[in-house]
């Protein structure tokens, strides 16, 4: 049986807390995940056996062992932020996109349309590349509606 790098000893305290954390159920599912593997593993379970029980990957123990043993009771139960992906556009030049939107439309052309929007903001500088979407985002959030005349922009 191997041994188990990082033991996890509860005072009576946060045993009482998980425990009522478990039973109410009003908390995200990942955090009463945790909080059963922290209550399991203090019972002396090794990481597979934890796993097995709690249909959970035997490194998720891990991971919330080491967590709890290095960062404390707080951090083993929360979640870390996220880094996500970089925004291509900022408020400011949203609002700029959403101006020329609202524009007089280029010359040959009825209306804006998406593709010709995304267009004008990679000729702007804004982005090296623009997808059509990523417009139709940026025009989501306003009030305006593409179908009306009034916005100038148009799905085709």
């Known amino acids: 049986m191997p041994t188990i790098k990082y033991v996890v000893k509860l005072t009576a305290k946060q045993r009482q807390e998980l425990i009522e954390l478990t039973r109410r159920g009003k908390h995200s599912a990942r955090k009463i995940a945790r909080a059963r593997i922290l209550l399991k593993a203090e019972d002396g379970l090794s990481d597979e056996q934890i796993a ?49 939107a609202c524009s007089a439309t280029p010359e040959g052309h009825a209306r804006w349309t998406l593709r010709l929007l995304a267009d004008r903001v990679v000729e702007l500088g804004f982005a090296e590349t623009c997808s059509y979407e990523l417009v139709r985002r940026a025009l989501k959030k306003t009030n305006s509606s593409r179908g009306k005349s009034p916005s100038g922009a148009s799905r085709k």
């Open 52 to 100: 097995e029980e709690l249909l959970v990957g035997s490194a998720t123990v891990g991971r919330i062992r080491q967590r709890f043993a290095t960062e404390g009771f707080e951090s083993s139960l929360g979640e870390r932020p996220r880094p996500g992906r970089q925004r291509k556009l900022s408020p400011k030049q949203e609002a700029h996109l959403i101006a020329t």
